[in-house]
């Protein structure tokens, strides 16, 4: 069980956490909610010990482990799977010590540690993750080093899965991640077998993957039994509770100090009266509900409507300079009320294919028409990292703006939620949340006939992107829209286009088709793992040097497991173990019937590779 008890901190004198506490039990799977800037990754940070607690404490059962996404991305020349298998720390500090373990005892125990802990599986299963991540069988074996820095942090987070933490605490995981890669997330951990503590703001992952949110605010944690949709109707059945109580309360007070007042000075009710006033002090007033409430987002619509199609491919083929063509073979249309997602895992197009539209690329072959007099506006994440550190959102709005008052340029800022300290602050000191509506507004500003948005919410707490979603539906133009979201998909896409083989079509189904189709695809992935164990047969067109050097590593295997056995042997010979440790003794047996086994299909394996040598 995760304990927190009265945990309180503060930071550059702010104060986060006040006497915070809250139960975690062991399986269970806990999103942690709140606004943007209430201390949620600080939370994570004071239980991992990364942190000093003012006072309080947060603590696991002895033994425990607990374990989190590396914060420094790996990028060593490792591949991919040797940096994940080194997740699972036990695993790697026995196989270190059975290199160099002499005593037999000590070595079968370790051997029958690493037979529990299914090490011998671990490829496969560090496979298998990083495949519904979203990396090719290809990149599984290549160099972290040769990834982005989004992909190096999908390693990490692969890494902390195959770890499999008795506690896991998962800060925004889905923030590196494309919808595919989220869908598969969102399964994985609803299977997970143990305890994890999640903050997202992803309400279809809050709602489908845990079974309990813990929510805090104003420096206070409050645990919700359900996922996202129930902790949200049942406070606000809570606020709606205190509101009655303080307003029955403020009715009691008035009509106690009415009392009061009326006959505090008359001799038959003084008494009376000072009990009153003694009742009236000791009453606490029921504190207001601080309602924090997110300013709205404000898309112009477009001031001249243009005739359909917006937007017509024939054949169109797009790509980057000279190089092969990235999407080819792309006919669709695009209507000023369309409202389309694009589907398809990263590095299959999607944002080759919204950089041509906002005319970004332009067609390498076939053609893209679209009327003159079109406009644009364009949204993608990585352009928080462009916007100028040193110029404030006033600045911005001005250049935008050059012949407005001073008075209209603060009232078009203040609309789009930015008060007058925040207009004028450095973007250096804005938040994700904050540059993201920057963005927005930036992007917007003259009322495009097309809004793109690349992967708009990753910076938004749950209320912002509910405020997004309205935007987006009260908005008139035409919406392209790329997320790893699927709430914000499904409340705001009509119309679902997949990118993937090359090519955009519409896909002929709605979110819970494509999803099956995702998870299809990973379970196809597991059988072919499952497949490729040592025990399967090989395959008989292989080319003879790749046979050879399949015959050299099961030569070194076998090797290994004959090691093995005469170990387990030599500790069996000493008939000690038979009458002190029994238990010991039939551990050992077990374990020396399950290599003779291995060795047995390694040896059939062995067998057939020659015989295919020779057949070839």
Not at 64 to 86: H, K, N, Y
Not at 349 to 378: D, N, W
Request: charged content about 25%; aromatic content about 6%; some cysteine.
């Amino acid at each position: 069980m995760l304990q927190i008890n009265n945990l309180t901190f503060r930071i550059g004198g702010r104060l986060l956490l006040e006497g915070a506490s809250a139960s975690l039990p062991d399986g269970h799977k806990v999103g942690l909610v709140g606004r943007n800037g209430t201390g949620k990754s600080t939370l994570l940070k004071l239980i991992l010990g990364d942190l000093i607690s003012e006072a309080g404490s947060a603590s696991v059962p002895k033994n425990a482990r607990i374990g989190t996404v590396a914060q420094e991305a790996p990028g060593g020349p490792e591949s991919l799977l040797d940096t994940v298998m080194a997740g699972d720390k036990e695993r790697e500090a026995l196989l270190a010590e059975a290199e160099t373990a002499t005593d037999p005892h000590r070595i079968a125990e370790i051997q029958i540690r690493l037979a529990d802990i299914e090490a011998h599986s671990a490829p496969a299963r560090a496979a298998i993750i990083l495949a519904g991540l979203g990396f090719s069988e290809e990149a599984q074996n290549g160099p972290c080093s040769a990834l982005s820095g989004g992909w190096r942090m999908r390693v990490a987070l692969a890494a902390a899965l195959f770890g499999a933490p008795d506690v896991l605490l998962l800060d925004e995981p889905t923030n590196y991640l494309d919808l595919e890669g989220t869908i598969w997330l969102k399964s994985y951990i609803r299977d997970y077998p143990h305890t994890i503590l999640l903050v997202s703001h992803d309400r279809d992952l809050l709602n489908e993957a845990v079974d309990s949110i813990l929510h805090l605010d104003q420096g206070k944690l409050t645990i919700y039994v359900g996922n996202y949709d129930n902790f949200e109707r049942q406070r606000r059945e809570k606020q709606a509770l205190t509101l009655k109580m303080k307003r029955k309360q403020e009715e009691q007070r008035g009509h106690m100090q009415a009392f009061v007042d009326r006959f505090r000075y008359k001799a038959s009710k003084a008494r009376q009266a000072q009990s009153r006033l003694k009742a009236l002090a000791k009453l606490e007033p029921i504190a207001d509900m601080v309602e924090n409430r997110v300013a709205p987002f404000l898309f112009p619509n477009p001031e001249k409507a243009l005739a359909p199609p917006l937007v017509r491919w024939e054949k169109a083929s797009v790509g980057y300079g000279d190089g092969p063509p990235v999407l080819k073979n792309i006919t669709l249309r695009l209507d000023p009320d369309d409202r389309i997602a694009l589907l398809g895992s990263n590095g299959n197009g999607k944002s080759t294919f919204a950089k041509l539209l906002c005319g970004k690329l332009q067609v390498s072959a076939g053609e893209m028409r679209h009327p003159p007099r079109i406009t644009m506006g364009y949204f993608a994440q990585h352009q928080l990292d462009e916007l100028s550190e040193d110029l404030s959102p006033y600045e911005y709005i001005s250049a935008l703006m050059p012949d407005a008052t001073v008075s209209q340029r603060r009232a078009k800022i203040g609309a789009a939620g930015f008060g007058a300290a925040l207009a004028d602050s450095k973007c250096s000191t804005l938040s994700g949340g904050e540059k993201a509506r920057l963005l927005f507004m930036l992007a917007t500003f003259h009322g495009p006939h097309v809004l793109i948005l690349d992967e708009p919410t990753n910076h938004l707490d749950v209320d912002s992107r509910e405020a997004l979603i309205m935007a987006i539906n009260d908005y008139e133009g035409a919406v392209i829209l790329i997320s790893h979201d699927r709430h914000i998909i499904e409340t705001c896409a009509d119309q679902l286009w997949l990118v993937r083989d090359g090519t955009v079509k519409p896909f002929d189904g709605d979110m819970d088709e494509y999803t099956d189709i995702v998870l299809g695809r990973a379970a196809a992935v597991k059988k072919v793992e499952k497949a490729a164990a040592p025990a399967a047969k090989p395959p008989k067109k292989l080319m003879t040097p790749v046979i050879k050097k399949k015959i050299q590593e099961l030569d070194l295997k076998m090797l290994k497991i004959k090691d093995k056995i005469i170990l387990l042997e030599q500790a069996l010979a000493d008939h000690t173990i038979y009458s002190q440790e029994p238990k010991k003794a039939a551990d050992f047996a077990r374990l020396k019937s399950k290599f003779e086994s291995e060795l047995e299909r390694e040896e059939t394996y062995w067998l057939e590779l020659h015989e295919s040598t020779l057949n070839a």
